[in-house]
C-alpha cells in the first residue's frame, strides 16, 4: 500500500484515498477462503481496480482443523494503477484461526493491519498450530495493527433469528468477515448479494443466513469503534475499453475454444484429472453448445493417445496436464512427432519433482518440454506470460501445430492458473483466421509431401476417397511415408524434423524489449514471472538505473531478434522459477554468459527481492 | 480444397461400392509376417470380409500397437495407424469421438493389448466406444523373440522362463466381459469360414466389439492350439456357441454341456442324454454370468468354446458425446464466440 495506513485513527469514520492494497484472507482449507478472496476480487474489478490475485491451498482437501497444513491463503493485490503481481507483502491479514496467523504473519509488511477472529483462539486451536502462549496477549504482535474481533459470536448472534444449525452458522463466518471487509475498504456488496442468491437459490435459508453474515458484518465494522477510517481504492486508468477478470486456466480453455471456432473445427480435450490443470477440464466441459468434445481419460497416455487420434481425424486436439503426466505422455508426444500431427499438449506446471508440491507454482518442466523424449524429438514450446495471456497464447499454438503439423507444448504455471487479472477482452472478428485446407486430391498425393515453406506434410483426413494411407511411429521414407530404415534416409528426415520446428521462428511476431534496446543489464525472462520482473525493471528505471527486460513467450524456437538482443547488454540475467533452465538453453543456443536468479519456493517471485538482485548487478 | 470436417450426427454410410472386391483392400507393401504365421489367414479373411460390409473403403480406419499383429495396417489399403505399445485404443477412442462416421477397427495382440495396453482395453469396452477390437492371441512376445506373454500358459519354459513361467494367465474373454464389453467373441486361424463369420458379426454390432482370435506363432510357439484346433480333434474339443441352441459338440453331435447347480458337465448324447436338458446359449442375456461361465470351459475337462458369448445392445461413448454437443447447440443457440468472451460481468474504462 503506497499510501499509509499505518496512520489510521482519524475519529467519524472518514474515507481515506490509498492507491493499492494487498490482502490476504488465511483459514482453515474448510474455511472457505478462496471463496470470500474470488468474490473480493469479483467486485473491485467491477468497481474498476486493476486486480492480481494468488490463491495458496493446500494439496489436502481438508487437514486436520486448526492445523498448520490446513491453511488455506488467498492474496489479493488490488489498485488505481496498473499492476502486475499479487503483491509482495499484504498490507492486510485476515486470520480466521491462530494457524493461519502463524503461518502468514511472517508475510505481512511491517505496520499492516492484523484482522483475527479472537473466538478462534482457544487453547485447543493454539496448541494445534504450535503456540504456548495467545499470540494475541504476548505482544508479539506489536509491529503491526491488530484488529481482534469475536468474530464466530458476532456472527453467531446475527444469525441467532435462522434456523441453521450451529455448525451451518459457522460456516457463515466467511462471509462475515467479506462483509468487514467490504466496509473498511468502501466496496459495494451488490456483488456478493447476487452471487450468494443464485449459488443458494434451492436452499432459501441458507442464502438468508448468508446475506445476514455478509451485512452484519459490513455493519459491525461502521458501528465499532474499532475500526476508524475506511479507505477507498480509486478506478485504475486502465487502457480505455471493455474489461472482465479472467483467471489463466480460464484464458486458456477460452482461447482454444476460439482457435477451433476460427478453425472452424471440433475442440477435442482429452485429459485426466490432474492439480492444477483439472479447471481447463472443467471448463472446457461446460461449452459443449461450441462443438466441443470433452473425454475424461483412463489415464494421462490414453489422454494424450486420444488427442493424436482426434487430430488424425481432423479435430482441433488439445491435451492438459501437469509435469508428472507430461512424463508420461513422452512417448506418445513423441508418436505424434513422427506422424507429424497438429496436438497442444498444456502443461500446467507445479511443483516437482514427483509429486512434489502439487498446488504450488513452478516452472521447471521447460527442460522436459524440450527434450523429455526419446529419439530426436524437437517440439514447439510457448508459454503465456500473464493470466489473460493464456487466451492469446492458446491461439498461437493452434496457429503453429495446424500450419506446421507437429505437437506444440504450451507452458502454463500454478501461479498463472489460477491467478486472476483484467482482461480487455478481443472481439471474434479481431481473432486470426485459422481455417486449414486439407489435401483431398488423390493425383498426385503422399502422406510426407513437404509445403516448401513450412515444410508441413498434407494432413489428409479419413473419410477422403483416394487417399488411404498408413502412418505410424516407425521412421518414414521421405515423401512416401512407407516405413524405412535406411540410413540417410532416417538422418534425413531427423534433420528435417528439426528444420522444420526451426522454421517456426519466421512467422513469429518480434521480439520487443521493454526499455532500450542496448544496455547495462538485460533481464530475460519467460512464463508466470512477466509481472515481478516487469514490475521490478520498471522500478530499477525510474531510478534512472540502465536495466532493460524482455519476456520470451515464444521458446523454441527463440524470436529471431533474441541473439542480437542479448548482445546488446553488458549483463544478462534470467530470473526464473527453477534452477535455471531458460539460462541454460541461452547459454548453449548464443554463448552468452547469463546469470541466474533462481528462487524454487513454489511461490511467485517478489518484486523488491528482484529489484534489489538486479541493482547489485548494475 | 478445403473441406468441413465438423462432425454432424453419425452412422455409418452404407451405401456399398459394390464393385470393390478384396483386391481393392491389399495394400502396395509387402507383408513382413514369417511364413506360416497364422497372421496371414486372418489378414486374408478379413480383407475377404471388408468389401462385403457396405462401408465407404475412405471410411475404414485400422488402428494398432507394437508387436507382430500390429503391423496389419500396412497391409491394409484403408486409412491406417500403427501407434506405440499398448496404445491403439486410445486412439481408436479419440479418432471416434471426433468423427463418429468412420468404422475403426483396432488390431492387437495378447502382449500389446493385455499386458502394456491392458488398462486402455478395459477401459475403451467398459465405455462401449464403437470399436472392433481384434486381439491376436498367439500366447507369446514374437517380435521381441520369445518371451512369455499373459497368456502364456503356467510354467510355460521360454527365453525369459528357462525354469518355467510362474505367472498365472489371463483370460481375455473373461476380461472384455468383466469389463462389460456389449460384443465378445473368439475365433481361431484354422477356421477360415468362422473366422470371417465371427469378424462379421463383429463389424455389424453397434458398439465395443472384442474378438479374441487364436492364432499360432510357428516360430515361437508352434502347435499353441493344435491339441483343440486340428480337424480330427476339433469337433470333439470344442464347442461352437449359437444363440438360441443347446450346446451340442462332438463329432455327429454326440456330446452335449448341461448344468448342475453352477457347475457345467459333459454328457453323452442318445445314451440317457437329451438335448432337452442341455445349457441352450443366450448371448443376449443382459447379465454376463452365462457368458462369463462359458469362457471358464477349458480343454481337457471341457471343449474350448468358440463364437459369439455376447453380444447386447447399449448406447455408445460417440454417440452420447455427439448428442451431449447437438443438445447443447440447440439449447444454446447459435454459437455466440462474442457473448463467451464477454462472460458474466464486464466494467467499462472510459478514454
Known amino acids: ?618 | 480444397m478445403g473441406m468441413n470436417t465438423d462432425v454432424g450426427g453419425g452412422t455409418a454410410t452404407r451405401e456399398a461400392p459394390a464393385s470393390l472386391s478384396r483386391k481393392d483392400f491389399v495394400s502396395d507393401q509387402e507383408v513382413r509376417w514369417c511364413p506360416g504365421c497364422g497372421d496371414y489367414a486372418i489378414l486374408a479373411q478379413v480383407q475377404r470380409v471388408m468389401p462385403t460390409l457396405g462401408i465407404p473403403r475412405e471410411n475404414i480406419v485400422f488402428i494398432s500397437g507394437i508387436g507382430c499383429s500390429s503391423r496389419f495396417p500396412y497391409y491394409m489399403n484403408t486409412y491406417g495407424f500403427h501407434s506405440i505399445h499398448g496404445r491403439a485404443a486410445t486412439l481408436a477412442t479419440g479418432l471416434k469421438c471426433a468423427r463418429p462416421e468412420l468404422s475403426v477397427w483396432v488390431v492387437t495382440g495378447d502382449g500389446d493389448g493385455l499386458s502394456i495396453g491392458g488398462n486402455h482395453l478395459i477401459h475403451a469396452l467398459r465405455r462401449n466406444v464403437d470399436l472392433k477390437i481384434l486381439l491376436f492371441n498367439n500366447r507369446i512376445y514374437g517380435l521381441t523373440k520369445g518371451q512369455y506373454s499373459p497368456t502364456s500358459e503356467f510354467g510355460k519354459k521360454t527365453k525369459s522362463t528357462p525354469l518355467g513361467s510362474i505367472d498365472y494367465p489371463i483370460n481375455p474373454v473373461q476380461v472384455a466381459l468383466a469389463a462389460e464389453a456389449t460384443f465378445v467373441a473368439r475365433s481361431f486361424d484354422r477356421d477360415l469360414n468362422h473366422l470371417a463369420h465371427i469378424v462379421e458379426r463383429a463389424a455389424a454390432h453397434k458398439g465395443s466389439a472384442f474378438v479374441e482370435i487364436y492364432q499360432n506363432c510357428n516360430i515361437f510357439n508352434d502347435h499353441a492350439f493344435e491339441h483343440f484346433t486340428e480337424k480330427d480333434v476339433r469337433d470333439d474339443r470344442t464347442v461352437y456357441l449359437e444363440h438360441g441352441k443347446p450346446l451340442v459338440f462332438g463329432r455327429g453331435g454326440d456330446k452335449g454341456i448341461r448344468l448342475r447347480g453352477l457347475h457345467p458337465e459333459v454328457v453323452a448324447l442318445g445314451d440317457g442324454g437329451s438335448t432337452e436338458e442341455l445349457l441352450v446359449h443366450d448371448e443376449r442375456a443382459r447379465d454376463a454370468s452365462l457368458a462369463y461361465l462359458l469362457s471358464h470351459l477349458d480343454y481337457p475337462e471341457y471343449p474350448i468354446p468358440l463364437g459369439v458369448f455376447r453380444a447386447i445392445q447399449r448406447p455408445t461413448l460417440e454417440t452420447m458425446m455427439q448428442t451431449q454437443v447437438d443438445q447443447a447447440v440447440q439449447k444454446g443457440g447459435p454459437r455466440d464466440l462474442d457473448a463467451l468472451l464477454r462472460g458474466r460481468e464486464t466494467w467499462t474504462v472510459d478514454a
Open chain 1, 1 to 618: 500500500m503506497t499510501t499509509d495506513i499505518r496512520s489510521g485513527a482519524v475519529a467519524g469514520k472518514p474515507r481515506e484515498a490509498l492507491d493499492a492494497v494487498t490482502i490476504r484472507f488465511a483459514g482453515d482449507s474448510g474455511d472457505g477462503m478462496q471463496l470470500t478472496g474470488t468474490q473480493f476480487t469479483s467486485t473491485s474489478a467491477v468497481v474498476g481496480n486493476d486486480i492480481a490475485t494468488l490463491p495458496d491451498f493446500p494439496a489436502e482437501i481438508r487437514a486436520p482443523a486448526g492445523s498448520l497444513p490446513g491453511v488455506s491463503g488467498f492474496q489479493l493485490h488490488f489498485s488505481s494503477r496498473d499492476i502486475r503481481t499479487p503483491g509482495d507483502e499484504p498490507d492486510v491479514l485476515v486470520a480466521m484461526n491462530p494457524a493461519a496467523l502463524k503461518v502468514n504473519i511472517g508475510d505481512l509488511l511491517e505496520g499492516g493491519m492484523v484482522i483475527v477472529d479472537t473466538d478462534a483462539f482457544t487453547k485447543g486451536n493454539l496448541a494445534k498450530a504450535g503456540y504456548d502462549h495467545n499470540p494475541l496477549d504476548s505482544g508479539e504482535l506489536s509491529r503491526y495493527r491488530v484488529f481482534p474481533v469475536n468474530l464466530t459470536t458476532l456472527n453467531a448472534n446475527a444469525l441467532a433469528e435462522t434456523t441453521l444449525s450451529k455448525k451451518e452458522r459457522d460456516r457463515c463466518r466467511n462471509l462475515f468477515a467479506l462483509g468487514l471487509l467490504y466496509w473498511l475498504f468502501d466496496r459495494p456488496m451488490e456483488k456478493t448479494v447476487r452471487w450468494i442468491q443464485d449459488k443458494f437459490g434451492k436452499r432459501p435459508e441458507v442464502a438468508d443466513a448468508n446475506l445476514r453474515a455478509l451485512r452484519a458484518g459490513f455493519n459491525y465494522a461502521d458501528t465499532v469503534e474499532l475500526f476508524t477510517t475506511h479507505y477507498t481504492v480509486d478506478r485504475a486508468r486502465l487502457e480505455p475499453g471493455t474489461y472482465r477478470s479472467i483467471t489463466g486456466n480460464e484464458a486458456t480453455a477460452l482461447g482454444f475454444i476460439a482457435a477451433a471456432h476460427r478453425a472452424g473445427k471440433t475442440l477435442f480435450y482429452g485429459s485426466y484429472p490432474i492439480t492444477p490443470a483439472s479447471d481447463i477440464l472443467h471448463e472446457l466441459s461446460m461449452h459443449k453448445e461450441f462443438g466441443v468434445k470433452t473425454f475424461q481419460a483412463e489415464d494421462e497416455i490414453a489422454a494424450m493417445g486420444s488427442a493424436i487420434g482426434a487430430a488424425f481425424g481432423g479435430a482441433i486436439a488439445l491435451t492438459g496436464t501437469s509435469g508428472p503426466g507430461l512424463a508420461l505422455k513422452s512417448e506418445a508426444i513423441g508418436l505424434a512427432v513422427m506422424t507429424e500431427l497438429p496436438v497442444v499438449i498444456v502443461d500446467v506446471q507445479r511443483g516437482g519433482p514427483s509429486t512434489g508440491l502439487p498446488t504450488k507454482t513452478e516452472q521447471a518442466d521447460l527442460l522436459q518440454a524440450f527434450f523429455g523424449r526419446n529419439g530426436e524429438c524437437p517440439v514447439p514450446v510457448v508459454a503465456p506470460a500473464t493470466p489473460a495471456d493464456c487466451f492469446s497464447m492458446a491461439l498461437e499454438a493452434v496457429r503453429i501445430a495446424t500450419t506446421y503439423m507437429t505437437p506444440v507444448l504450451y507452458l502454463s504455471d500454478g501461479y498463472l492458473a489460477n491467478g486472476t487479472e483484467p482482461w480487455r477482452f478481443p472481439t471474434t472478428e479481431s481473432l486470426p483466421d485459422l481455417r486449414v485446407e486439407h489435401w483431398t486430391r488423390a493425383e498426385g498425393f503422399m502422406p510426407y509431401l513437404r509445403d516448401q515453406r513450412t515444410l508441413a506434410r498434407p494432413w489428409a483426413l479419413p473419410g477422403t476417397p483416394g487417399l488411404e494411407h498408413r502412418i505410424g511411429g516407425l521412421e518414414k521414407a521421405d515423401i512416401t511415408g512407407n516405413v524405412c530404415y535406411d540410413p540417410d534416409n532416417h538422418h534425413h528426415m531427423v534433420s528435417l524434423r528439426a528444420e522444420k520446428v526451426a522454421r517456426v521462428a519466421e512467422s513469429l511476431p518480434p521480439l520487443e524489449v521493454f526499455g532500450p534496446p542496448t544496455g547495462r543489464v538485460l533481464v530475460v525472462g519467460w512464463g508466470g514471472t512477466h509481472g515481478a520482473i516487469t514490475s521490478a525493471v520498471e522500478r530499477l528505471r525510474e531510478e534512472g538505473l540502465s536495466v532493460s527486460s524482455v519476456h520470451l513467450r515464444y521458446l523454441n524456437p527463440f524470436q529471431k531478434e533474441l541473439g542480437e538482443v542479448l548482445g546488446g547488454f553488458d549483463k544478462v540475467l534470467v530470473p526464473e522459477i527453477n534452477l535455471g533452465q531458460l539460462r541454460f538453453l541461452l547459454r548453449a543456443r548464443y554463448l552468452v554468459d547469463a546469470l541466474g536468479y533462481n528462487r524454487v519456493r513454489g511461490k511467485p517471485l517478489k518484486i523488491h527481492e528482484l529489484a534489489g538482485h538486479i541493482r547489485s548487478l548494475v
